[in-house]
């Protein structure tokens, strides 16, 4: 296993449209989050799933924002209505030991 | 709650020179401390992690760091700075166990001068 991976790696989207992303994680890890990192930034959580519970999530996560993660495996964040105000990059994490997280390289979200 | 300060987005030291990228922590329970770095168009590595431990922590690179409860501070250091070590990088705090979540600073560019 190479560590996590993330697909797409960048989408470019029009404005109103629905996207997915998805994040499969180091095999037997069994914590899961996302985070949002704009320009000049440091990444924002956005939700955290332990297993296939979803056990948090920030305010920043909108009702057009959703997470998944079916059998505690891969996960899918899906953006419906996009915003331009969604543009960043969206990483994915997963952590077998409390804390220590380790990336994917992220997927770059550009909403013209 | 936990917060994170960096100060300074942008540090640029001479090749060989000694490399200090300041972070201090705000939290009501002892904090578990991290620096990240990320180079272009890339995620987050780790570079070393405080969980309560040793208050000096050393990391990958060359790169270490020292938590002092008393400054709330854990800034990162490494001797003599690289070429490659020009990135991006990141403090992070999270609580105890039940709180899993990194928040995390605003980031320092370090820039190396040959």
């Known amino acids: 296993d190479t560590g996590v991976s993330q697909d797409p790696r960048h989408k470019i989207t029009k404005r109103g449209q629905n996207v997915t992303f998805r994040c499969d994680p180091i095999?037997?890890?069994?914590?899961l989050y996302w985070y949002r990192q704009t320009l000049g930034q440091g990444p924002e959580f956005l939700t955290y799933?332990?297993?296939?519970?979803?056990?948090?999530k920030s305010r920043l996560l909108s009702d057009r924002f959703s997470a998944e993660r079916p059998k505690g495996s891969f996960s899918t964040l899906e953006i419906q209505r996009t915003e331009q105000g969604d543009s960043a990059m969206y990483l994915c994490?997963?952590?077998?030991?409390?804390?220590?997280?380790?990336f994917g390289q992220g997927t770059r979200l550009t909403v013209v | 709650a936990q917060s994170v300060t960096q100060l300074g987005s942008h540090v640029s030291v001479s090749e060989g020179a000694l490399v200090l990228l300041r972070c201090n922590y705000s939290s009501s329970v002892p904090p578990y401390l991290f620096w990240y770095v990320q180079y272009p168009n890339q995620g987050l590595q780790l570079l070393l992690k405080y969980t309560s431990a040793a208050t000096l922590v050393k990391g990958i690179n060359g790169f270490e760091a020292e938590f002092k409860k008393s400054e709330t501070s854990f800034h990162l250091t490494k001797p003599s700075a690289h070429m490659s070590d020009a990135a991006e990088y990141f403090c992070a705090v999270s609580g105890n166990f039940g709180n899993e979540k990194l928040t995390f600073g605003t980031g320092t560019r370090l820039t190396i001068i040959p």
């Open positions: 799933f332990q297993n296939e519970a979803q056990l948090e």
């Open positions: 994490a997963s952590s077998l030991v409390e804390g220590e997280a380790f």
């Open positions: 095999s037997e890890h069994n914590r």
